[in-house]
């Protein structure tokens, strides 16, 4: 018992070396300039976490030895069959229940599932770790820019074409990885991510550098704008209603609801195709892929292409719905948030993607929001100061999720690697996969 005790006061020691400058110091304007004030309380908090985390998991892992295997079950793959038509229903619905701000969060939480589930085509079922996804949702959202506001086309046109102009850099991006595996493979996404974040600031002529692109146009419906001046050719005025802010807000929610469905769909039906099987088979093992006659290199250039269509679409729908982009809306970060919810949700698991997108984005989003409810009905400083500075730690409750999740659950919340083929007994193949 004193090595337990022992080994979690070391990883607690560990933490306070690491958080205590993080973590403990933070500038403030003073009088003279930026002083530098120290926040013990908060350093406490989160080396008593380490401490307590760590001690519990060396007490499970002496009493309850973990599963050899984490495959799913028969419970839960019918409780995953019973949740996701629970979630389609309450997408549906949400706008008629929920106020601007619910709609607005949903919004978000949804461009991160699509996102979650393109990533997923390339990292869960092709087993290509890529560490510059946000490069292709930078060029979705610039492709639609340009062409909206150069050519005045309408966002329902150019949305295939930005979808087209991703998949053609990433097939651009497959090329020279072709050989590569592993970690040289993840430097060179990660490398190519970077790079089209320079170039979108470099490129004034075109891109207009840091400055971004703005009035880039809203979605119609069927050729009726969103325009608050309730005239003639707009949404309130053609179904004589008083024009409202909300009324665009719920037809951008329904947007991305729709492509997100469509972006599932489309990679259900096409992991039971030969080239979703061959996926499969590359993710295993690539030497055996390629004694079985499958051509790899064609197999990783479509992940690549197909994975980087989807973040060109939510690129798109991200520049009309906010109708600015800039070079900074397209950093790492962005690419570490959408690969910590694929590997926290499941690698190749539909279902969990779209958990883990609401518990890490919209989750946090809500806790904030509790917190700051909390501070004003309680006039407590400590909630409000908590609020403010969750914002701050959100990748390190990321990463805090991330070893979490590693430790209990290797292959995510809802782990899921069954193949879309198996054989039975008899050598009989029957269709699966989830």
């Given at each position: 018992?004193?090595?337990?005790?022992?080994?979690?006061?070391?990883?607690?020691?560990?933490?306070?070396?690491l958080f205590a400058?993080?973590i403990?110091?933070?500038?403030?304007?003073?009088?003279?300039?930026?002083?530098?004030?120290?926040?013990?309380?908060a350093v406490a908090v989160?080396v008593?976490?380490?401490?307590l985390?760590?001690?519990?998991?060396?007490?499970?892992?002496?009493?309850?030895?973990?599963?050899s295997?984490?495959?799913?079950?028969p419970?839960?793959?019918?409780a995953?069959k019973a949740?996701?038509?629970?979630?389609?229903?309450?997408?549906?619905?949400?706008?008629?229940?929920?106020?601007?701000?619910?709609?607005?969060?949903?919004t978000?939480?949804?461009?991160?599932?699509?996102l979650?589930w393109?990533?997923?085509?390339?990292?869960?079922?092709a087993?290509?770790l890529?560490?510059?996804?946000?490069a292709?949702?930078?060029?979705g959202?610039?492709?639609?820019?340009?062409?909206?506001?150069?050519f005045?086309?309408?966002?329902?046109?150019?949305?295939p074409?930005a979808?087209?102009?991703?998949?053609?850099w990433?097939?651009l991006?497959g090329?020279?990885?072709?050989?590569?595996?592993?970690?040289?493979?993840?430097?060179?996404t990660?490398?190519f991510?970077?790079?089209?974040?320079?170039?979108?600031?470099n490129?004034?002529?075109?891109?207009?550098?840091?400055?971004?692109?703005?009035?880039?146009?809203?979605?119609?419906?069927?050729?009726l704008?969103?325009s608050?001046?309730?005239?003639?050719?707009?949404?309130?005025?053609?179904?004589?209603l008083?024009?409202?802010?909300?009324?665009?807000v719920i037809f951008?929610?329904?947007?991305?609801?729709?492509?997100?469905?469509?972006?599932?769909?489309f990679t259900?039906?096409l992991?039971?195709?030969?080239?979703?099987?061959?996926?499969?088979?590359?993710?295993?093992?690539e030497?055996?892929?390629?004694?079985?006659?499958?051509?790899?290199t064609?197999?990783?250039?479509?992940?690549?292409?197909?994975g980087?269509?989807?973040?060109g679409?939510?690129?798109?729908?991200?520049a009309?719905r906010?109708a600015?982009?800039s070079?900074?809306?397209?950093?790492?970060?962005e690419?570490?948030?959408?690969?910590?919810?694929?590997v926290?949700?499941?690698l190749?698991?539909q279902?969990?993607?779209a958990?883990?997108?609401i518990?890490?984005?919209?989750g946090?989003?809500?806790l904030?929001?509790?917190?700051?409810?909390l501070?004003?009905e309680?006039?407590?400083?400590?909630?409000?100061?908590?609020?403010?500075?969750?914002?701050l730690?959100?990748?390190l409750v990321?990463?805090?999720?991330?070893?979490?999740v590693m430790?209990?659950?290797?292959?995510?919340?809802?782990?899921?690697?069954?193949?879309?083929?198996t054989?039975?007994?008899?050598g009989t193949?029957?269709?699966?996969g989830?």
């Open positions: 018992m004193k090595g337990v005790f022992r080994d979690a006061g070391l990883s607690a020691l560990i933490a306070l070396g400058p993080l403990g110091l933070v500038t403030e304007n003073g009088e003279s300039g930026l002083v530098l004030r120290a926040r013990p309380v989160v008593s976490l380490v401490f985390g760590r001690l519990l998991m060396l007490i499970r892992g002496r009493r309850i030895a973990l599963p295997k984490f495959g799913p079950g419970a839960m793959v019918r995953g949740v996701a038509p629970v979630l389609l229903i309450v997408a549906l619905l949400l706008p008629f229940g929920g106020s601007r701000y619910y709609v607005d969060l949903a978000l939480v949804l461009t991160y599932i699509m979650g393109g990533l997923n085509v390339v990292v869960g079922l087993g290509l890529d560490l510059g996804y946000v292709f949702y930078a060029v959202a610039y492709s639609y820019a340009l062409l909206a506001t150069t005045g086309l309408g966002f329902w046109s150019c949305l074409l979808g087209i102009m991703a998949a053609f990433g097939v991006l090329f020279p990885v072709l050989r590569l595996r592993g970690d040289y493979l993840a430097i060179v990660l490398a991510g970077e790079i089209i974040r320079i170039v979108l600031i490129w004034v002529s075109l891109t207009n550098g840091p400055n971004g692109i703005t009035g880039i146009p809203r979605p119609t419906l069927f050729g704008s969103f608050m001046d309730g005239g003639e050719g707009t949404f309130a005025g053609f179904f004589n008083e024009p409202e802010t909300i009324q665009r951008l929610y329904y947007v991305i609801l729709g492509l997100a469905l469509i972006t599932n769909w259900l039906r992991r039971r195709t030969p080239l979703g099987r061959a996926w499969e088979a590359l993710r295993e093992d030497t055996a892929c390629r004694s079985l006659g499958i051509n790899v064609n197999t990783k250039l479509t992940a690549f292409a197909i980087a269509m989807f973040g679409f939510a690129g798109a729908f991200f009309t906010q600015f982009i070079p900074e809306s397209f950093t790492f970060i690419s570490a948030t959408v690969l910590a919810i694929v926290l949700g499941g190749g698991s279902l969990g993607v958990l883990a997108a518990v890490m984005v919209g946090l989003e809500l904030r929001s509790l917190l700051s409810w501070a004003d309680m006039g407590s400083e400590l909630f409000a100061g908590i609020a403010n500075e969750l914002p730690y959100r990748m990321f990463g805090l999720a991330l070893v979490v430790v209990l659950r290797p292959r995510g919340m809802v782990s899921t690697r069954t193949p879309t083929v054989l039975t007994r008899a193949p029957v269709g699966g989830a």
